[in-house]
């Protein structure tokens, strides 16, 4: 028996207002809905609207994932929020919401590593937790990337949505649930591949999404399955022992591509990002509560989370849920 971090709750949120590539389109962009499907998978994403921001979604899916768990908010000692797009360059929106809800004391911080910023998150809060750092952690991914798209660029405007995910963690004395195994990876040589134009120490503002979309799908293929086999390894189990893939929502290529590199069951993946987009942090714990609210993920399954994004960054993680 060893101290664990095991998932005894997930929650999600998107904004009410929801777009299809028609409407797109029919935005004046210069895209069609047929480009976009056979391009990347996408029907829809949703976008924050007036009053809407990071930290009132990730407060949102935290309070599902609390009830789902069944449990008060108080008892949570750590709160790690992996957002690209926070709702102020400081404090944490973290802090934002620890306070909606109502704890008035416990360790609250953001990551930022993009796209891998959830993995990166659990990650670190499963480490603390097994450290001994808080009984309770509440891990979200949430995003606003609407705010940072240049709609004049079709490349990339087209690409993203809006929407948080929640989970909460609990230390338990188990032999084989909760996390078994994460690896995380960077590469900052690939900075220029996918980033944003502006920052606070440099241009003194926020900037837009800018990337190299054909670049960052070469290398998401390989790092993904990379990443899946030495985090497989690490946790003692195989591909064809694998449930569910619940892997970040980029590009439905991208998922058929890694999935058949790795000779993974198609049926096996989760796939969201039809629907949502890529939310980026958002995108793996919106699939996985997909996934848990709908009755595919059930107790015990072997679940394999990655992700793959700017700087690059890369990761995945296995757990018994
Ligand atoms: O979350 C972090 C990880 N991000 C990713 O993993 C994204 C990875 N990249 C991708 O998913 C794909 O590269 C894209 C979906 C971004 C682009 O697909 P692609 O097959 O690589 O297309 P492309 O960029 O090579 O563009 C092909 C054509 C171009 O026209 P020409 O030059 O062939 O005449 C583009 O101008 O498609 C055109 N195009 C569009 N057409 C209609 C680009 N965007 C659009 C659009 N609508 N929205």
Known sequence: MSRRSVVIGTGSALPD????????????????????????????????????????????????ALAAAGLPAEKIGLIVLATATPDQTFPASATRVQTALGIDDCIAFDVSAVCTGFLYALSIADNMVKGGMADYALVIGAETFSRILDWE??????????????????AQDTEDRGILATKLHADGRHND????????????????????????????????????????????????????????????RI???????????????????????????????LALDVAVRDGRVKKNDLIVLEAMGGGFTWGAAVLRY
């Open 17 to 64: 207002l929801r777009v299809t590539n028609h409407e797109l389109a029919a935005r004046g962009i210069d895209t069609s809905h047929d480009w976009i499907v056979a391009r990347t998978g996408i029907e829809a994403r949703h976008f924050a609207g007036d009053g809407e921001t990071t930290a009132t979604l990730a407060t949102e899916a935290a309070r599902k």
């Open 153 to 170: 660029d079709r490349a990339t405007c087209v690409l993203f949505g809006d929407g948080a995910g929640a989970l909460i963690l609990q």
């Open 193 to 252: 591949l996918l980033f944003v134009d502006g920052g606070v120490s440099t241009t003194g503002t926020v900037g837009k999404l800018r990337m190299k979309g054909k670049e960052v799908f070469r290398h998401a293929v390989v790092n993904l399955a990379d990443v899946l086999t030495e985090t497989l390894t690490a946790a003692g189990h195989k591909a064809e022992e694998v449930d569910w893939v619940v892997p970040h929502q980029a590009n439905k």
């Open 255 to 285: 998922l058929d591509a890694t999935a058949k590199k790795l000779g993974l069951d198609p049926a096996r993946v989760i796939v969201t990002v039809d629907q949502h987009a890529n939310t980026s942090a958002a995108s793996v714990p």
